[in-house]
């Protein structure tokens, strides 16, 4: 079955005993994984991995693990991350088995409407799927005060703001700031902090994400020289593939909707004022030279090869930065054919 944003909180926060399988998918990865944590610890469970491709390779090797007696009684969550349709014959026996013992939760990421993994989990009384997007304006405020509460912070509104923006919105990154700024206040939940501005300053929660943001930009804007250049100065084995990637996701997402209402006969310029404060005023030119370089199916392409380069470098021991660069090259060269 299909959960709502209104009731899937509840769905992994008091879970019904019935359910053998989640389906958390959608864009905002990040989202996806802290409900999965969520149920973790509402069943008080351990995480138990499976890799997609062992049920690619045995169906039912998902069913079997899910009805299998944990070793000392303890309760098991059955997770797979990433996961697309190749498990869905094993998701399909899992659904048919007599009984399981634990659960199987699913990270999905941006599955299409025709994902047969999809269908499987919103048709079955025994599944439940939802699909996560990035929170914006207040949503995205209250999403940093939730996530700071439980570092022992007290976020305000336009702190929170602040540090939405510099996270683009994603639940992660907010939180690993969130989690330096409690460092930095000696806050924790026993003895909560209030988060004012000059913490962030001092932190610096800004400059990492809009790094990020820019590469995205660069390449979506065709900009090859500056941004070559901007790869090169990436320190040597650092982490900051996963991040630029999931920054030019959410670029994605709001370049998306934009240009099909320009292509269906809006003005750029009233899409953009219609946009307001999630627009901030220092990217409305750089926003707007990427809306006319790039056609909606064209967005859409870029944005399942992302999708796909995310779980390559989550997943693949080849080196991170030679992977990004040239994604983001290939991304900015298709820029400069329009």
Do not use: C
Request: avoid cysteine; hydrophobic fraction near 45%; charge should be neutral.
């Amino acid at each position: 079955m299909k959960a709502s944003k209104q009731s899937v909180g509840r769905a992994v926060d008091q879970p019904n005993p019935q359910l053998r399988f989640y389906l958390l998918h959608g864009p905002d990865d990040a989202q996806s994984r802290a409900l999965g944590q969520r149920l973790l610890k509402a069943l008080g469970a351990a995480k138990f991995a499976v890799a997609a491709a062992t049920v690619k390779s045995d169906p039912a090797t998902l069913a079997d693990e899910a009805g299998a007696m944990s070793l000392f009684g303890e309760a098991r969550i059955i997770w797979i991350e990433p996961a697309g349709d190749e498990i869905a014959p094993g998701v399909e026996a899992l659904l048919e088995a007599a009984s399981v013992e634990s659960p199987v939760v699913a990270i999905g990421g941006a599955l299409r409407k025709t994902s047969a993994l999809l269908k499987l989990a919103e048709v079955s009384p025994l599944a439940l799927a939802f699909a996560a997007y990035a929170p914006e304006g207040q949503e995205a405020e209250r999403m940093v005060m939730d996530v700071g509460r439980g570092f022992g912070l007290k976020v305000g509104p336009t702190v929170a703001a602040r540090i939405a923006a510099a996270s683009g919105n994603d639940q992660a990154l907010a939180s690993q700031e969130l989690q330096k700024l409690a460092i930095y206040l000696d806050a924790s939940p026993q003895s909560p902090k209030e988060l004012e501005q000059d913490a962030v300053d001092a932190v610096g929660t800004d400059t990492a994400e809009g790094d990020m943001l820019r590469l995205a930009d660069l390449a979506l804007s065709g900009d090859i020289g500056t941004l070559a250049d901007e790869l090169a100065r990436l320190i040597p084995g650092g982490s900051e593939a996963i991040p630029v990637v999931r920054s030019l996701q959410r670029r994605l997402l709001m370049l998306a909707p934009m240009r099909a209402r320009i292509e269906r006969g809006e003005s750029q310029d009233a899409v953009m004022t219609s946009m307001g404060k999630s627009l901030f005023w220092k990217d409305k030119a750089m926003v707007g030279k990427m809306l006319s370089k790039w056609s909606a199916a064209r967005l859409g392409k870029v944005a399942e090869r992302a999708g796909k380069l995310e779980r390559g470098l989550m997943f693949n021991p080849a080196p991170q930065q030679e992977a990004l660069g040239e994604e983001l090259l290939a991304i900015a060269r298709e820029a400069q054919r329009r």
